[in-house]
């Protein structure tokens, strides 16, 4: 049986950001997989642009979203909300014909500075994804709050709390990835 094909999102563009790393541990937790992370630093969405054609990455991350078994999007707190990134990514891929994210099992983290994790940005991403009808699972959250001091030099979670609960959740979307 082909190892299941798990793509990663990363909702924060900054090198070294907390949740390309807690990303990075979530696909290594994952286990055998052909992993592959995404890329959305893509224009904003604009309907012009759109009129003129749908940009070569948007299709190529649409292509990914579809060709994955499973998805984990890592997402940041901006101001209490989603990552200007991330929300445009979700606006773009929802104009690529196909509909790429109905029925895609996909687990929903993140990792920020304050205290709650990213509380609000996760609730948001959720809802952000009901429209374009991914299959969220509802696994507790995995917030890593105080994100600046959970991760060791390689990236990996300094909490064992933190790594078993990711674990968990990340157990469940391999159940269902086929």
Request: glycine share 10%.
């Amino acid at each position: 049986m082909a190892s299941p094909k798990v793509l990663g999102i990363s909702g924060s563009l900054r090198s070294g950001s907390f949740n390309t790393k807690l990303l990075n541990v979530a696909i290594t937790s994952f286990g055998d997989a052909e992993a592959n992370v995404a890329d959305i630093n893509f224009p904003l969405y604009d309907g012009d642009i759109e009129a003129q054609g749908i940009p070569d990455a948007v299709q190529a991350f649409a292509a990914q979203v579809a060709d994955a078994d499973a998805v984990i999007i890592s997402s940041p707190e901006y101001n209490k909300g989603i990552s200007g990134a991330l929300k445009n990514a979700l606006d773009w891929v929802s104009r690529v014909e196909g509909n790429v994210f109905r029925g895609k099992p996909t687990l929903v983290i993140g990792a920020a500075a304050g205290r709650t994790g990213g509380e609000t940005a996760y609730f948001m991403t959720r809802h952000c994804l009901t429209p374009l009808g991914a299959t969220v699972l509802a696994t507790p959250a995995v917030l890593v709050a105080g994100a600046f001091g959970e991760f060791n030099d390689d990236g990996a979670l300094k909490s064992e709390q933190y790594q078993a609960s990711l674990d968990a959740a990340v157990k469940v979307l391999r159940s269902v990835a086929g």
